[in-house]
């Protein structure tokens, strides 16, 4: 097979992709890989034919706007920066397709669903976490303030929501993709998010069933394969002095992923926690951190894969992304999840529903966060849920495996070609 995989948006969203993809590679099958420019380093390391989208510097532009964090304005700006690719993408994938062309794409792939619908090209949706199924009977979590209360019934909970898609999410998408869809000769959708953006072939939770179990009000083709764990350790060069650092003393790991706003504020107030708890810690971003004790008790990294530095670890705060979760999960590592945007609420939910963590809401003081690290450090319960659910994440790659087994299932059952 030819597979077209692409993936928008943060190393979160990327990542499981890119793990996939070199499994579909190993046994033998052509990979292009359509994603933002920043991940053109890991991604011809791979060895793929990669389809840059933009530039790394409107990458990092993007991600570093607070709009894009904030609850209240991350969709509309969100899709603002989908929208504006739009034609790129299609233009990328279309050109790249060919007589053996399968595709793979991530939630906001919509030009590859788009080229499914005017050439007949088979493709794949893979959601990265629960959170992005449209679902009434889920109830995902979302910011506090919010969500419904649970006793709403599930028929008045569908028509709230397809009330809320109309309203907002339709009127918000529909101008741009319309205006492409009649371009392209196809006509106007709507219900864009709870019925078009799946694929009509296949849908792959890139999850396990019981982080998120099948819903019954999911597209029926769902397939839920574990997580495809991929952090870009086969390609980190050894570190002396982390590696010294983690042999002294299991340290708290801090990432605040893709970007933090207040970096300064997020900082201070996790140094101050280490002081309480009286631990030693790493912090992981790309962010300036501000002045740190010089005491030798922080070690700072840019970035240091997750599969490589937990396994030492005693504990991580993180924002809450589905992949830093995943991994912390494998890792068997005591989470304290600080969420503040998308998904990021309904994932640390989630962990913390199955007692492997704790969630403080963001901004998180000090005092909060060392209080947090207390109880997770201390509890003989969440150590006990740690373990247990780290040894249900199957070993080696076997969540890509079963992702790239739909991939030529698919192949072998669907008829099609390029116009």
């Known amino acids: 097979m030819h597979v077209i995989i692409t ?15 070199r499994t579909l590679a190993a046994r033998g099958h052509r990979i292009t890989f359509c994603a933002s420019a920043a991940f053109a380093p890991v991604i011809e390391r791979c060895g793929f034919k990669f389809l840059p989208l933009g530039t790394a510097e409107e990458y990092r532009t993007i991600m570093a706007d607070p709009a894009l964090w904030h609850p209240r304005t991350s969709l509309p700006t969100l899709w603002k920066s989908v929208a504006g690719t739009l034609r790129e993408q299609y233009r990328l994938l279309e050109q790249a397709c060919d007589d053996d062309t399968v595709m793979l794409g991530s939630l906001w792939a919509f030009s590859a669903r788009l080229l499914q619908e005017k050439h007949g090209i088979p493709l794949i949706t893979g959601q990265v976490t629960p959170f992005a199924i449209w679902s009434p009977l889920a109830r995902p979590t979302h910011p506090p303030g919010t ?3 649970a006793f709403v019934p599930y028929p008045l909970r569908r028509l709230l929501l397809g009330v809320i898609e109309h309203t907002f999410l339709d009127r918000l998408m529909k101008p741009e993709l319309n205006a492409f869809r009649r371009e392209l000769g196809l006509p106007p959708v709507k219900r864009i998010i709870s019925q078009w953006i ?4 296949r849908v792959l939770g890139l999850f396990p069933d019981w982080f998120a179990p099948i819903q019954q009000d999911w ?8 997580f495809p764990l991929f952090d ?10 982390l590696e010294d650092f983690l042999s002294e ?3 708290v790991v801090f990432t605040p992923g893709s970007t933090t706003v207040n970096s300064e504020q997020y900082f201070s107030a996790a140094a101050q926690a280490l002081k309480l708890v009286g631990r030693r810690g790493v912090f992981l971003t790309s962010q300036p951190v501000g002045p740190l004790p010089s005491d030798g008790r922080i070690l700072v990294r840019r970035y240091v894969p997750m599969s490589r530095i937990l396994p030492h670890s005693s504990a991580l705060v993180h924002h809450g992304g589905i992949g830093t979760t995943a991994l912390a999960i494998t890792a068997g590592v005591p989470q304290v999840a600080t969420p503040f945007a998308h998904d990021q609420f309904d994932n640390a939910t989630r962990m913390e529903r199955m007692g492997c963590g704790l969630q403080v809401l963001a901004p998180a003081s000090a005092e909060s966060l060392a209080a947090a690290l207390d109880k997770v450090l201390s509890s003989h319960d969440i150590r006990a849920s740690c373990e247990r659910y780290s040894k249900l994440i199957a070993s080696g790659d076997s969540a890509s495996e079963a992702a790239a087994l739909q991939v030529e299932a698919l192949a072998r059952t669907h008829k099609y070609r390029v116009a």
Do not use: K, Y
Not at 7 to 21: K, L, M, Q, T
Not at 198 to 201: L, Q, R
Not at 219 to 226: I, K, N
């Open 7 to 21: 993936a928008i948006g943060s190393a979160g969203d990327v990542h499981p992709f890119i793990g996939i993809g």
């Open 147 to 149: 969500n419904l209360p």
């Open 198 to 201: 799946s694929s009509p072939d």
């Open 219 to 226: 597209p029926a083709q769902t397939v839920l394969t574990g």
């Open 232 to 241: 870009e350790s086969s390609f980190q060069e050894p570190d002396a002095e």
């Open 249 to 251: 003393a299991s340290p």
